[in-house]
């Protein structure tokens, strides 16, 4: 089973890659993923992994058990709702790091479920649920019923054309990701965000550096045109992101890609 870097040296790292999983890290093509794979798996002291994702705990520890992919230190999952260390092949949550989301979201999952409950073309998606709730949505769901919500403190995030993600207030991927690089002190500008879609917004959003793949949403492209650190990739998945690290100089060694 495949633990994450136990050499990494925080103070030492040129780079934190901090990056989405559904196409940003495991897309873009064969080539280029085993470009960057191995190239992380090579550079286990210069560069951490966090993957920042809206995936649950059981997907990312089966996903980095099958050896395919290089394991993480570091996971936001559940869309921000998971602050985690990945040790032992497992997705480890961090209890003092996710208190506020954790008192944020107390008491909201029933009324969310009632009131959510029966809308036509909205239903539950099938993984587990820690501090958020998931559906997905087909052409006869109307986004206005979910003004059933109104009054809840939560938030509302619509990403792919057709996942809905209800979210304590306050809480998406890039409030964690900054929680998290506080804890560990690493700086902030040594760090890269990755992504595709809208639920990737607010990691673009905290001004690190950014890589905002090729074949991204156009929502997210336009969301992140005028913020200066995102950068708008030609290779989608996997490429852009070494693309990105080369275009924003974040790491001597990191392989040429053709644009």
């Given amino acids: 089973m495949t633990e994450h870097n136990q050499d990494f040296q925080p103070g030492g790292s040129p780079l934190v890659l901090a990056t989405d999983l559904d196409g940003t890290f495991l ?12 190239w992380l798996r090579t550079h286990t002291q210069t560069v951490q992994l966090i993957f920042v994702t809206g995936r649950d705990p059981g997907f990312i520890a089966d996903l980095c058990a ?5 394991a993480p ?19 480890a949550p961090i209890a003092r790091l996710e208190a506020p989301i954790r008192r944020l979201w107390e008491g909201m999952a029933e009324p969310v479920r009632t009131r959510l409950a029966g809308i036509r073309g909205l239903w539950l998606q099938s993984a587990p649920f820690r501090h958020r709730m998931s559906y997905q949505y087909d052409e006869r769901f109307n986004p206005d019923a979910l003004r059933v919500l109104e009054g809840l403190e939560v938030d509302v995030l619509d990403s792919h054309g057709c996942f809905i993600d209800i979210l304590p207030k306050g809480i998406s991927k890039g409030p964690s990701l900054l929680r998290l690089l506080a804890e560990l002190k690493l700086p902030q500008d040594k760090v890269l965000v990755a992504g595709d879609t809208l639920n990737d917004l607010s990691m673009f959003q905290t001004g690190l550096h950014g890589a905002v793949v090729g074949g991204a949403e156009p929502e997210l492209l336009a969301a992140t045109r005028a913020l200066p650190r995102s950068y708008h990739c030609s290779r989608i998945g996997a490429g852009g992101i070494l693309e990105a690290i080369a275009a924003h100089d974040l790491h001597p060694n990191v392989p040429e890609v053709s644009i």
């Fill in 73 to 91: 230190s570091y996971v936001i999952g559940d869309v921000g709702t998971t602050i985690a260390e990945f040790r032992d092949g497992q997705v």
């Fill in 66 to 70: 099958s050896g395919d992919v290089p």
């Fill in 27 to 38: 897309g873009g093509s064969q080539e280029d993923r085993k470009t960057l794979y191995d």
